[in-house]
């Protein structure tokens, strides 16, 4: 079967001026392709379903004929349970008005005998999706190429979309394999023996010993939602954890996508916790010299840390996905923090669909970032008003408090919401300030473990959560970190 010239293969040419002006072929290997579908033809009982699960469809193939002989024998397939043999693929294509297309029922003979074995199959597989993802990754540099030259566009948007697509092509071809029990029993019971020997973590322990009893972490996979009305504290707490982590002997790295914060406002918070020093004290004209050594300790013990903030407003789950893959790649990320959820945006807004459809898509899809890159993310989120409304001045939140979509529900394996009275921390001394408030995480729902309620003690004048029983044992400490 001659390959000279398909006349419906990928295009050879970049509509950009200079780009493959000598018309090479994009990558293919037809002697793989052919192989594919002469096992598919000689052995279809067993090699159909196996090609299907590893090229998914006909576009990995380069040529014209090879994408509808593949194509056809996927629709015998399924019609006839298995029996997509060689007969029957022609009557299908000669059906279709396909089969003189692709040469007749001579070039399926050719195909038919072109192998003599099907033993290497899933290799053949793996070479034609290979050339398929290099093929992918052609257009997508060549699109870069047109969009950087159109000037009615953003510079940092067109950076975001090309990262975003390449990222799209780098994980299209990573498939979940099929695990038998048999083959993983030994070796999640060995996990199991080191986790009762405590060689193990379960998960990133939060600094919050009350709350690390009942969720046992941040565990890698799982969507954590925090959740509170607004002026409560839920960036505070997010950053405290975030600083528990990060500020460990190991030093792990972490991820916090603020949306509605700068950098320079997080790295501020994150010196004043650590240093036990009141921000507002540097506005105020109550800044203390004997609070700069502290100062300056707090910014030594900050550039040990592993901290990376991308301050970026109004984000779209796309863009976070692609961030967030690029620094587990190249910074081992173990926790990723997002504040908040409702500021996001979904990836098409040109499209009509409520929000509450809007935030549902954001929430999949921060479920689906974590199980993708198997590390934890906390995301937090805003309650609505309801719970303002409730004649109760004691009023806890409860799950339908959750605002805008009660998909976040669906998707979270831990929901919990930071609960305090506002009132309570207005007009206090910088004695009163520094004695704390009462607050409760509460965690409402645990697909893996208890729910229950955390005491905290608040400290506004340094905007940190101290686990109550921690801050008895230690009433010096200036955190709930421990290692």
Not at 58 to 68: A, G, L, P
Not at 264 to 290: G, H, M, P
Not at 323 to 328: G, S
Not at 393 to 413: C, F, N, T, Y
């Amino acid at each position: 079967m001659s390959h000279k010239k398909d006349r419906n293969e990928h295009p050879k040419q970049s509509a950009v001026s200079g780009v493959f002006a000598d018309s090479r072929p994009q990558p293919n290997n037809p002697e793989a392709e052919r192989a594919v579908l002469s096992a598919m033809l000689r052995e279809p009982a067993a090699c159909v379903d196996i090609a299907i699960e590893n090229l998914s469809t006909s576009s990995v193939f380069y040529y014209h004929v090879h994408r509808e002989i593949f194509k056809s024998l996927v629709r015998v397939h399924e019609a006839t349970h298995g029996s997509a043999d060689m007969l029957a693929v022609a009557d299908d294509l000669r059906k279709a008005g396909k089969l003189d297309e692709i040469g007749g029922e001579l070039v399926l003979a050719e195909l038919h005998g072109a192998i003599s074995t099907t033993a290497n199959l899933e290799n053949w597989c793996a070479i034609v999706a290979e050339n398929a993802m290099l093929r992918r990754m052609i257009d997508v540099c060549q699109e870069s190429l047109l969009h950087c030259a159109d000037s009615s566009k953003n510079a940092k948007d067109i950076i975001d979309e090309i990262e975003a697509k390449i990222f799209e092509v780098r994980f299209s071809v990573e498939k979940s394999d099929i695990v038998q029990i048999k083959d993983s029993v030994h070796s999640t019971f060995e996990y199991l023996q080191k986790v009762l020997r405590h060689e193990v973590d379960i998960g990133i322990k939060t600094g919050y010993p009350d709350l690390d009893r009942m969720v046992f972490g941040f565990k890698p996979g799982e969507m954590f939602v925090l959740a509170a009305r607004p002026s409560i504290g839920k960036t505070s707490i997010a950053l405290n954890m975030l600083r528990n982590i990060a500020l460990r002997t190991d030093h792990p790295a972490v991820a916090f996508f603020s949306l509605e914060m700068t950098a320079d406002q997080i790295t501020r918070r994150l010196i004043c916790a650590e240093a036990d020093v009141s921000e507002s004290s540097f506005y105020n004209n109550k800044f203390r010299s004997t609070d700069l050594p502290k100062l300056t300790k707090a910014v030594k013990t900050y550039e040990q840390a592993n901290i990376f903030i991308d301050p970026t407003s109004g984000i779209s789950i796309s863009e976070l996905r692609a961030k967030a893959r690029r620094l587990c790649a190249e910074h081992d990320i173990k926790l990723i923090a997002i504040d908040y959820l409702q500021l996001m945006t979904g990836d098409d807004r040109s499209r009509k669909e409520s929000r509450q459809q809007e935030v549902a898509s954001i929430s999949g899809g921060l479920k689906s970032l974590a199980k993708d890159l198997n590390v934890p993310v906390l995301v937090l989120a805003q309650l609505n008003r309801e719970i303002e409304k409730s004649t109760s001045g004691d009023a806890r939140p409860k799950l339908s408090h959750l605002r805008e979509s009660g998909s976040i529900e669906q998707d979270a394996d831990v929901v919990t919401f930071l609960h305090r009275s506002r009132d309570q921390a207005k007009g206090l001394s910088d004695e009163q300030s520094r004695a704390g408030v009462d607050a409760e995480l509460i965690v409402e729902k645990n697909r893996n473990g208890q729910t229950g309620m955390v005491p905290l003690k608040f400290f506004p004048h340094r905007m940190e959560f101290v686990n109550v029983s921690r801050f008895e044992e230690e009433p010096t400490s200036t955190g709930g970190r421990f290692g």
